[in-house]
């Protein structure tokens, strides 16, 4: 799933390509993708890209005033084309293209075939989630985000705020979208690993030393992965957030800092990864669903 870099690097891609330019055509090739009927897709046809932003994992065209708001979630991607095709997107349960956005050709452009982009989704589970709203607070995963963590004003005592009298475990409070903008399941395992923290670690007990590197780590952490998936193009940010990992998705391969294995505890819909010698002490942490198929 695109996090809060990619999703910055996705937004800044398609400003330099989308803003000044016309919405020709909005075509839905999956219905189930568009959450709001009323301004229909269509209203976005004829106006202008005034602007592209990113609200914690959410991009957001600002098309004239309105906004299609746009939401990846795990298996979405977004795929763009400086000649996209001509046949017309049809509805079908079968085609992996939900919503394609054409802009109005330019001169030096197939008036059939002009560029745009592609929302995409693989897999079953269809979660990708597209918006067409007048103002973003309207919907409803944007308007309950937490702060930004890249914003200037989260400074450490913003951040000590999100933290005091919580009951969560610090991993389930990183990636709590009302809680703080933007930090999924990878990038919230690599934060705890720059930060010498067990995930399992109760964010509202840890000591004031514990919570300062937990918050450098986060800003460092997100502030570097910026940095690189910034400039690169959309079909690249994939690898390239996959490349970047120290800890997450590399279960069985060396910590990068001290070189014992990398472990990994696994929920029904995900797993996450850590390093017992650097956060927890050398203690493996329990894997509850082992635990249960071993009884
Ligand atoms: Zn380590």
């Known amino acids: 799933m695109p996090e809060l870099p990619e999703v910055e690097a996705l937004a800044a891609f398609l400003r330099e390509r989308m ?18 009927y009323d301004p229909p897709p269509t209203a976005l046809q004829g106006l202008l890209v005034t602007g592209v932003d990113r609200h914690g994992k959410w991009l957001d065209v600002d098309v004239d005033g309105l906004h299609l ?27 992996p293209v939900a ?39 309207q919907v409803p ?25 919580s009951r969560q475990q610090v991993k389930g409070l990183l990636r709590e979208q009302s809680v703080l903008a933007g930090v ?34 986060l800003r460092t952490t997100l502030t570097d992965a910026v940095a690189a998936a910034s400039g690169k193009p959309a079909k690249e940010l994939k690898d390239a957030k996959r490349a970047g990992m120290r800890v997450h998705g590399r279960t069985g391969q060396p910590c990068p800092v001290c070189g014992d294995v990398v472990r ?11 390093c017992a ?8 942490l329990a894997d509850r669903r082992l635990s249960r198929l071993l009884k």
């Open 69 to 95: 708001a746009i939401h990846l979630s795990r298996a979405g991607w977004l795929r763009w084309s400086d000649a996209l095709p001509k046949a017309p997107l049809r509805p079908s349960g079968k085609n």
């Open 141 to 165: 995963g944007i308007a309950s985000l937490g702060p930004d963590p890249l914003d200037d004003s989260f400074d450490l005592d913003a951040f000590r705020g999100l933290l005091s009298g």
């Open 99 to 137: 919503l394609r956005v054409r802009l109005a050709p330019e001169d030096d452009e197939d008036p059939e075939s002009p560029p745009g982009f592609d929302l995409t989704e693989a897999g079953t589970q269809k979660r990708l989630a597209v918006h067409v709203v007048k103002d973003v607070a």
């Open 184 to 217: 999924g399941n990878a990038y919230s395992d690599e934060v705890l690993h720059v930060a010498k923290l067990s995930p399992y670690a109760s964010a509202g007990k840890l000591p004031a030393a514990d919570v300062e590197r937990l918050y450098e780590a």
């Open 264 to 274: 990994e505890v696994s929920f029904a819909d995900r797993s996450m990864q850590y």
């Open 277 to 284: 010698t650097c956060q927890t002490g050398g203690k493996p």
């Open 19 to 36: 803003t000044g330019r016309v919405v020709a055509k909005v075509e839905v090739g999956a219905i189930n993708v568009l959450k709001t």
